[in-house]
């Protein structure tokens, strides 16, 4: 089993402070982009908006979430050995690898702890960057927004 990324927020405000700090790195994301693109003053400041910066900080968050890679037999025992989560699997069962991460707090603020997971044959970044999305989608997005923050934070 291989372990990718370095993201693993342990609370809801840990995941709001991450996903906070990379701010200035999605500006300076999209700025280069722009300027390899050769965009004049006038079409940077049409075409990049916030939701642009926005869109390119939840893809780098999500990419820097850590990973755990491995056979179907190794994902089987973490989840043995783990009885706090509950899968969130996405794939086919008749697969010999998996791709998983562990989220280390329920989203919603009840309930089980997630771990989603992805399966893969052959197309091993696929199924990480596959994961990553469904990950960030499914427990961090409702989070960094606000929703579904478990501890009491952004609610009214």
């Known amino acids: 089993m291989d372990t990718e990324g370095m993201l693993a927020p342990a609370t809801p405000a840990e995941a709001r402070e991450e996903y906070d700090t990379l701010v200035p790195a999605a500006k300076v ?3 280069e ?4 693109m050769a965009f004049d003053r006038e079409e940077y400041a049409e075409r990049v908006t916030g939701e642009v910066i926005e869109t390119v900080r939840d893809a780098l968050f999500a990419s820097l979430l850590a990973v755990h890679v491995g056979t179907r037999e190794e994902y089987e025992a973490w989840l043995d050995d783990h009885p706090e989560y509950e899968p969130d699997e996405a794939g086919s069962d008749n ?3 998996v791709v998983w991460h562990p989220v280390t707090f329920a989203p919603d603020g009840d309930g089980p702890k997630p771990v989603v997971a992805a399966t893969w044959q052959a197309e091993r970044e696929a199924a990480i960057g596959t994961l990553r999305r469904r990950a960030f989608g499914r427990a961090y997005r409702p989070v960094v927004d606000g929703e579904g923050d478990g501890d009491g934070a952004g609610q009214p």
């Open 29 to 31: 994301a999209v700025r």
């Open 95 to 97: 697969v010999d690898n």
């Open 33 to 36: 982009a722009a300027k390899a």
